[in-house]
């Protein structure tokens, strides 16, 4: 995540950028920030009867899902992780060269995608 996405999630969500720091991210490798997931995996921000609770704001990990590097790589990635996501599988076909840009514009490394 930005400084930027941080900024904004936490004035959506009326905390202090430490405070949301503290409550929804953790440090990735090399210096980068995440979203914490819930236990099992569950974004911390989905709510299964509403969907995501911070649509308009969410950061490009969100965005970029599930186009990411690492799980376009292969079919057997992709179908481990539809069985996961609900939304996967589901909505508007996009382009070969429109997932292409996504997954390189996910903001993971190929070692650090999952």
Do not use: K
């Not at 996405?5 to 950028?17: K, T, V």
């Not at 991210?25 to 819930?38: F, I, M, N, Y």
């Not at 609900?86 to 070969?96: D, I």
Request: glycine letters at 10%; aromatic letters at 8%; hydrophobic letters at 30%.
């Amino acid at each position: 995540m930005s400084d930027a996405e941080i900024s904004r999630l936490a004035r959506r969500l009326a905390l202090s950028e430490a405070d949301f720091r503290g409550l929804y991210t953790r440090p990735l490798r090399g210096g980068a920030v995440s979203l914490r997931d819930r236990r099992g995996g569950a974004c911390t921000f989905y709510d299964a009867a509403s969907g995501c609770r911070v649509y308009e704001d969410r950061p490009r990990q969100c965005r970029t899902w599930p186009f990411w590097r690492g799980v376009v790589h292969s079919e057997e990635r992709w179908s481990e992780e539809a069985r996961q996501c609900p939304g996967m599988n589901r909505g508007p076909l996009h382009s070969a060269a429109a997932i292409t840009r996504s997954a390189a514009a996910d903001g993971t490394s190929r070692e650090g995608a999952s």
